[in-house]
């Protein structure tokens, strides 16, 4: 009898530890303030941004004069085709973790694709981590010999520390910005 009532003693003792973990547990998960969770960029999310959203883009149908800076000169969007990808299908909206990425290839004179120059991608982050680029983080990886395209059809990511290669980009957003969702294919 002694014993049973022990038993009862210490069993309660132990639920209302488990109790009070519970309500420690969810008044945690359930605080308004909390940040969003951070996104990391990795390269196997990039790896996934394989969904067409526009194939084949030259000149400039977007109305934005994409040059880029090759060897000291500048290669113009006529001589150029641009394939534009995603992670997730051309109805989602842009929920933070989507990622775009842009691949420009050389235009061989017969209008066929030639060789890639660069890849561009642009991750949607937290809310607040760039408020002046749409709070996207945003990477440049010009094409590598070193990289295995059938793994890593979008290139090899730069490790964050590379703040020249990826970030907070301003350069990339100031041209982003004139779109209101910062994504000129999906105006
Ligand atoms: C002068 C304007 C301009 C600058 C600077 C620029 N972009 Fe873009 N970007 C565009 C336009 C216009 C498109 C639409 C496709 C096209 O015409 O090539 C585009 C498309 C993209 C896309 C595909 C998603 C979309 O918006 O349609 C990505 C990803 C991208 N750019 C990343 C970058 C990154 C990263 C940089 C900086 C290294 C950068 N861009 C700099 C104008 C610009």
Redesign the pocket.
């Known amino acids: 009898m002694l014993r049973n009532v022990f038993k009862m003693k210490s069993s309660m003792a132990f639920a209302t530890v488990v109790l009070a973990l519970a309500v420690s547990i969810s008044s945690c998960t359930n605080d308004s303030d909390d940040p969003d969770p951070v996104i990391t960029l990795t390269q196997e999310i990039l790896n996934q941004s394989v969904n067409a959203?526009?194939l084949n883009?030259s000149g400039?149908?977007?109305?934005?004069?994409?040059s880029i800076p090759h060897n000291g000169s500048t290669i113009s969007?006529d001589s150029t085709l641009?394939d534009?990808y995603s992670n997730v299908a051309a109805s989602a909206s842009i929920a933070p973790g989507t990622v775009?990425?842009?691949r420009?290839h050389m235009m061989n004179p017969d209008g066929s694709k030639g060789d890639l120059q660069v890849t561009?991608?642009?991750i949607k982050r937290e809310s607040g981590y760039n408020a002046d680029g749409g709070d996207f983080e945003?990477?440049?990886m010009p094409f590598s010999a070193d990289n295995d395209y059938s793994q890593n059809p979008n290139g090899m990511l730069p490790d964050v520390s590379q703040t020249e290669m990826r970030g907070k980009?301003q350069?990339?957003a100031?041209?982003?910005s004139?779109?209101g969702s910062?994504?000129?294919?999906?105006q």
């Open positions: 959203e526009d883009v400039t149908p977007y109305g934005q004069d994409v969007p641009r534009i775009f990425t842009k420009t561009f991608a642009m945003y990477v440049m980009l350069m990339c100031s041209c982003h004139k779109v910062y994504i000129f294919v999906r």
